[in-house]
């Protein structure tokens, strides 16, 4: 089993912090979201790892050449001189794909068992299998529960929606187009016989930090013990102040806060909802949700 990450996007919703960081390296209590994955994959014993890069790539690759260096992780990177999109993306990695192969959007947090997936597309004995669940306001998936067949994609009549998670065959090569996104190609795929499965799975979470708003949900699930991640040990409070030399006494900390090493904190200040990335400086006042740099 191999294992490929989508991280060429430009983070666009996520501007202005996307102009400096590229969103595969968002940190999540200060753990960025790529390493995270990383270490899922490491956990399910994936060693072969495969990303494509575009957006500030020079970041992501300085990101992976310092990591690889210290854990047994074997990284081919897919650089990108125009961004490629989704179903481009992969094309451009063709040769990478030489047996079952797990894709993942790089901007995905979850707690679903991966191995749960490895099984049921062993068994199901598709060329696709796409991790969907209900528990979401958006559909953008329908298939049959009888069989867990997917019917269409982007449909009126859409029940289930993709989380960004799936496995592959070599053979998808077949239908795939270098220029369309990837469901843009599964929907041309199944006019032409395509067969794509679905697991739909309805007890975990699965958030996109694509915006700020997910963010931020992201944090607060995590740091109220509503999203557990071993990636990033155990969490034993709402309020993880990694910060030192502030006055306790004039700083409050409200519903949950995460401030990393190295900020400053001045002056009499309330903090609720708060995240303050590694060095960032906190200015005196009252502060509710808002992410410092």
């Keep these: 089993m191999k294992a490929f990450l989508l991280a060429a996007g430009k983070g666009e919703r996520l501007l202005p912090y996307t102009q400096f960081l590229p969103k595969p390296l968002f940190p999540i209590l200060g753990v960025p979201i790529l390493e995270i994955q990383l270490k899922k994959l490491l956990k399910l014993g994936v060693r072969d790892v495969g990303i494509n890069v575009f957006h500030l790539k020079e970041k992501i690759l300085d990101f992976l050449n310092k990591y690889s260096q210290v854990t047994p992780v074997n990284v081919s990177t897919f650089e990108e001189k125009t961004l490629l999109g989704t179903g481009g993306g992969i094309f451009n990695a063709k040769d990478f794909f030489t047996n079952s192969t797990l894709i993942i959007n790089s901007d995905i947090l979850f707690d679903f068992p991966l191995e749960i997936l490895i099984e049921y597309h062993k068994k199901n004995k598709s060329l696709i299998t796409l ?8 559909k953008n998936v329908k298939v049959d529960f009888q069989n867990n067949k997917v019917l269409s994609f982007r449909s009126k009549e859409s029940n289930v929606f993709y989380t960004g998670i799936q496995i592959v065959e070599p053979e998808i090569f077949e239908f795939l187009s270098p220029k369309f996104d990837l469901i843009d190609t599964y929907i041309e795929g199944l006019s032409q016989g395509l067969k794509i499965s679905a697991i739909v ?3 975990y979470s699965f958030i996109d930090i694509g915006t700020l708003s997910n963010y931020f949900i992201a944090h607060e699930k995590i740091l109220l013990n509503r999203l557990i991640l071993p990636e990033l040990g155990e ?6 102040i990694k910060a030192k030399g502030f006055d306790s006494k004039k700083v409050s900390f409200v519903d949950w806060v995460f401030i990393d090493e190295g900020c400053k904190l001045t002056g009499n200040t309330v903090l609720k909802k708060v995240i303050a990335w590694k060095g960032a400086t906190i200015p005196e006042g009252i502060h509710e949700e808002k992410l410092f740099f």
Excluded: G, L
């Excluded at 969490?235 to 993880?240: G, L, Q, R």
């Design 235 to 240: 969490v034993e409070s709402p309020f993880i």
């Design 201 to 203: 799975v309805n007890d």
């Design 131 to 138: 991790v969907c669940t209900s528990n979401s306001n958006s």
